[in-house]
């Protein structure tokens, strides 16, 4: 008799697919997912509650002042998946700092409402940019400057590299007043209205050009602004120090506009005492309040996305009133400018 004996099949390895999702199973994603969960919550707590008490004194604490829209976002979506996932704990905390955020940012996303003498009044346009000091394309920001029209120009991070381009631009021939700190990466303020008390103000801490302009006879004393980045902690006293200073160098003026890279975003509570002195930042004033200003990016590279808004347009007096503010990319820059339009009687 004959037997025949079939070869043993053996088992196919198991695909990629199979041993992704076999690995997957295995992965404890509930408590990875409560986890983020409670650091998004804690972390955002503690970020509103830094800005509520005034705290700011290390570089990643401002930094995540700064970002506060985008962590009241993040927390609205933990405290979500926590109500999905049936936490009522981590739901309820969750909810209490995404109301704690909303309660701070809001605000500053709503227009102020306007006095009834604003529609008659006269204007003043002020352009500001951040050139940056490395930046390759400084003739095509200087031409977008030109093209702004503006009644004042401020230029940021202005360098010695820079006078010639400034010079073929034009803004030489349509602006006539100069006035200019003499820092390495110093400041320009360009007029072509009438004015006076043309100065570098040096005793705010640091220097800022500034001049009294006439606008329809009303005089308005405007001041370029470029704090010291708070990017480090040796430099968190510093930064906080120019904040305040922004105040004494405009003090003496009944109306006035403080404006440039202030550094600093309206969560950071140097700018929010700012605020308290009576000064309108005019991003808030207009409902703008959560533009973005400025991103990080390589040397010679703009931002792919601004992450926070520091650059402002300060104001204070009874008769000047913010109306309108935008922001656009400077090429070669790492900021945005802004352009913003003042009543003044």
Same mark, same amino acid.
């Given at each position: 008799?004959?037997?025949?004996?079939?070869?043993?099949?053996?088992?196919?390895?198991?695909?990629?697919?199979?041993?992704?999702?076999?690995?997957?199973?295995?992965?404890?994603?509930?408590?990875?997912?409560?986890?983020?969960?409670?650091?998004?919550?804690?972390?955002?707590?503690?970020?509103?509650?830094?800005?509520?008490?005034? +705290? /700011?004194? &290390?570089?990643?604490?401002?930094?995540?002042?700064?970002? *506060?829209?985008?962590? !009241? #976002? %993040?927390? =609205? $979506?933990?405290?979500?998946?926590? +109500? /999905?996932? &049936?936490?009522?704990?981590?739901?309820?905390?969750?909810? *209490?700092?995404?109301? !704690? #955020? %909303?309660? =701070? $940012?809001?605000?500053?996303?709503?227009? /102020?409402?306007?006095?009834?003498?604003?529609?008659?009044?006269?204007? *003043?346009?002020?352009?500001? #940019?951040?050139?940056?000091?490395?930046?390759?394309?400084?003739?095509?920001?200087?031409?977008?400057?030109?093209?702004?029209?503006?009644?004042?120009?401020?230029?940021?991070?202005?360098?010695?590299?820079?006078?010639?381009?400034?010079?073929?631009?034009?803004?030489?021939?349509?602006?006539?007043?100069?006035?200019?700190?003499?820092?390495?990466?110093?400041?320009?303020?360009?007029?072509?209205?009438?004015?006076?008390?043309?100065?570098?103000?040096?005793?705010?801490?640091?220097?800022?050009?500034?001049?009294?302009?006439?606008?329809?006879?009303?005089?308005?004393?405007?001041?370029?602004?470029?704090?010291?980045?708070?990017?480090?902690?040796?430099?968190?006293?510093?930064?906080?120090?120019?904040?305040?200073?922004?105040?004494?160098?405009?003090?003496?003026?009944?109306?006035?506009?403080?404006?440039?890279?202030?550094?600093?975003?309206?969560?950071?509570?140097?700018?929010?005492?700012?605020?308290?002195?009576?000064?309108?930042?005019?991003?808030?004033?207009?409902?703008?309040?959560?533009?973005?200003?400025?991103?990080?990016?390589?040397?010679?590279?703009?931002?792919?996305?601004?992450?926070?808004?520091?650059?402002?347009?300060?104001?204070?007096?009874?008769?000047?009133?913010?109306?309108?503010?935008?922001?656009?990319?400077?090429?070669?820059?790492?900021?945005?400018?802004?352009?913003?339009?003042?009543?003044?009687?």
């Amino acid at each position: 008799m004959t037997f025949t004996q079939s070869a043993a099949r053996l088992p196919s390895p198991p695909s990629r697919l199979t041993r992704l999702l076999d690995l997957a199973r295995r992965v404890p994603f509930g408590p990875m997912v409560s986890a983020t969960t409670w650091a998004v919550i804690v972390g955002t707590g503690l970020v509103v509650a830094s800005v509520v008490a005034g +705290v /700011a004194w &290390r570089p990643g604490l401002i930094a995540m002042q700064a970002l *506060l829209p985008l962590l !009241g #976002a %993040a927390v =609205l $979506v933990a405290a979500s998946v926590a +109500v /999905a996932r &049936r936490r009522p704990i981590a739901g309820s905390v969750g909810c *209490l700092v995404a109301a !704690g #955020a %909303a309660a =701070l $940012v809001l605000p500053v996303a709503t227009a /102020a409402s306007k006095p009834p003498w604003v529609e008659e009044a006269d204007r *003043l346009t002020i352009y500001s #940019a951040n050139l940056r000091r490395s930046n390759g394309r400084v003739a095509e920001a200087l031409e977008m400057a030109r093209r702004s029209d503006a009644d004042v120009v401020v230029l940021i991070e202005f360098v010695e590299e820079f006078d010639k381009p400034l010079e073929a631009s034009g803004l030489l021939d349509v602006y006539p007043t100069v006035v200019r700190d003499r820092r390495e990466d110093g400041n320009v303020l360009l007029t072509r209205l009438p004015s006076s008390d043309t100065e570098v103000v040096r005793h705010a801490g640091f220097e800022l050009p500034a001049a009294r302009v006439d606008v329809g006879g009303r005089a308005v004393f405007v001041a370029g602004v470029h704090t010291q980045a708070p990017h480090s902690r040796a430099y968190v006293d510093r930064w906080q120090e120019h904040l305040g200073g922004v105040a004494r160098a405009v003090d003496g003026h009944a109306n006035v506009v403080a404006i440039g890279d202030f550094n600093g975003s309206l969560w950071n509570p140097p700018m929010r005492e700012l605020a308290a002195w009576g000064f309108t930042d005019a991003h808030d004033a207009t409902g703008s309040g959560l533009a973005r200003t400025w991103g990080a990016s390589l040397p010679g590279h703009e931002p792919v996305v601004s992450l926070i808004g520091i650059d402002h347009a300060m104001s204070r007096g009874p008769d000047i009133v913010p109306i309108s503010i935008r922001d656009a990319r400077v090429p070669g820059s790492d900021h945005r400018s802004i352009e913003v339009t003042y009543a003044v009687r």
